[in-house]
């Protein structure tokens, strides 16, 4: 599977953003699919995480700001980001792994988006 993310941009501290993630093939609805983030001298870190099923993850510096979820019938993943904060300035890659279960780790997943720069200003 391809993967495309889109979405990132410039915001202000407390804005709005809304990632996209556009996956080729037809079997979108089997992959877990995972958001992540890297930010310059960090590692990356998962974000988000979403089963085929529908069971969402997240990490507890975004639980209550953001919200992954996924629409089948278009092959896309999304990350609805509320309430941004400077912190969360990174660049934010989408993946994915073709499995029922939740990964929390980028070594779990098989495919990867190219990735789009968020920032964040203060």
């Known amino acids: 599977v391809q993967l495309q993310a889109s979405g990132g941009g410039l915001v202000q501290a407390g804005g709005s953003l809304r990632l996209s993630c556009a996956a080729s093939?037809?079997?979108?609805?089997?992959?877990?699919m995972g958001w992540f983030r890297q930010a310059p001298g960090k590692q990356r870190e998962l974000v988000a995480g979403?089963?085929?099923?529908?069971?969402?993850n997240y990490a507890d510096a975004v639980k209550g700001r953001f919200t992954i979820s996924r629409d089948n019938a278009k092959s896309t993943a999304y990350l609805q980001m509320n309430s941004l904060k400077p912190e969360d300035t990174a660049v934010y890659y989408c993946?994915?792994?073709?499995?029922?279960?939740?990964?929390?780790?980028?070594?779990?997943?098989?495919?990867w988006g190219q990735g789009t720069q968020v920032t964040v200003s203060s």
């Open positions: 093939g037809r079997t979108f609805s089997r992959y877990a």
């Open positions: 979403i089963t085929a099923g529908g069971i969402t």
């Open positions: 993946a994915a792994v073709l499995s029922s279960l939740y990964y929390g780790k980028p070594s779990n997943y098989d495919y």
